[in-house]
């Protein structure tokens, strides 16, 4: 179980400064959808990288500074692996499925395009909840 100074390190390096330390930077947006998506979605990754356990057992006589140092930067991996690739991937998908029904249900181009960021809402809403709520059953079970 990574130590919470490391996620919380993480999550302010990550989340609040917005700092992007990956070596594979997403492209300028996934989608035009709004951001309350990829916070939950983080937030679920968050969830899941306080579960793991980074530093093995045979390390703990390493100094507790460079342990938290070494889940810090494993926690950053990850919660940048997920936000960057399966994040953009899942955003993208909802997008172009949005997009793809609502034309093909009769909306009009120019209208879609006048309220797009407020339809993708819902949508990247609704799967980054699904994903924070398989991860809370998964991680905290009753």
């Known amino acids: 179980m990574a130590s919470y100074q490391a ?3 993480a999550a302010l ?22 951001k309350v ?31 938290v140092l070494g889940e810090t930067v494993g926690s950053l991996i990850i919660i940048e692996f997920s936000t960057s690739v399966v ?3 899942l955003e993208s998908v909802t997008h172009q ?10 909306m009009n181009g120019d209208t879609y395009l006048a309220l797009e960021y407020w339809i993708l809402l819902i949508p990247t809403t609704a ?16």
């Open 97 to 106: 499925l949005t997009r793809l029904l609502l034309l093909y249900w009769g």
């Open 7 to 9: 996620v919380c390190i």
């Open 37 to 67: 998506g990829a916070w939950i979605f983080t937030f679920a990754i968050l969830l899941l990288v306080a579960d793991v356990r980074m530093c093995p057992k045979g390390y703990t006589h390493v100094p507790y500074i460079i342990q």
């Open 87 to 89: 994040w953009c991937a």
């Open 127 to 142: 799967v980054a909840s699904t994903f924070l709520y398989i991860m809370i059953k998964a991680i905290i079970p009753y």
């Open 13 to 34: 390096i990550h989340l609040v400064l917005g700092i992007s330390v990956s070596p594979w930077p997403p492209k300028d947006t996934c989608s035009p959808a709004p």
